[in-house]
């Protein structure tokens, strides 16, 4: 039996679902964009650098779980 994961990610101050890569490689180039207009050092600048690394580790996870390693094997 396969188990469904759901990532939930800030987007805007709402948090969102994440059901597929497809939408987290989406979310990930749209938090991207928002950081570029954001003041560096502010919060809000902040919250979005954490969330963008949050985004990129989750999908590094899965890309290296479709080479077929772990997280213990990286």
Same mark, same amino acid.
């Given at each position: 039996?396969?188990? $469904?994961?759901?990532? =939930?990610?800030?987007?805007?101050?709402?948090?969102?679902?994440?059901?597929?890569?497809?939408?987290?490689?989406?979310?990930? /180039?749209?938090?991207?964009?928002?950081? &570029?207009?954001? !003041? =560096?050092?502010?919060?809000?600048?902040?919250?979005?650098? /954490?969330? =963008?690394?949050?985004?990129?580790?989750?999908? !590094?996870?899965?890309?290296?779980?479709? $080479?077929?390693?772990?997280?213990?094997? &990286?």
């Amino acid at each position: 039996m396969s188990q $469904e994961k759901v990532l =939930i990610l800030k987007v805007e101050g709402t948090d969102q679902a994440i059901h597929s890569l497809d939408q987290l490689e989406t979310t990930v /180039k749209s938090l991207e964009e928002k950081l &570029r207009s954001e !003041k =560096i050092g502010t919060q809000a600048f902040k919250d979005l650098q /954490k969330e =963008i690394s949050k985004s990129k580790s989750v999908l !590094k996870d899965f890309e290296l779980q479709v $080479e077929g390693l772990d997280k213990e094997q &990286r």
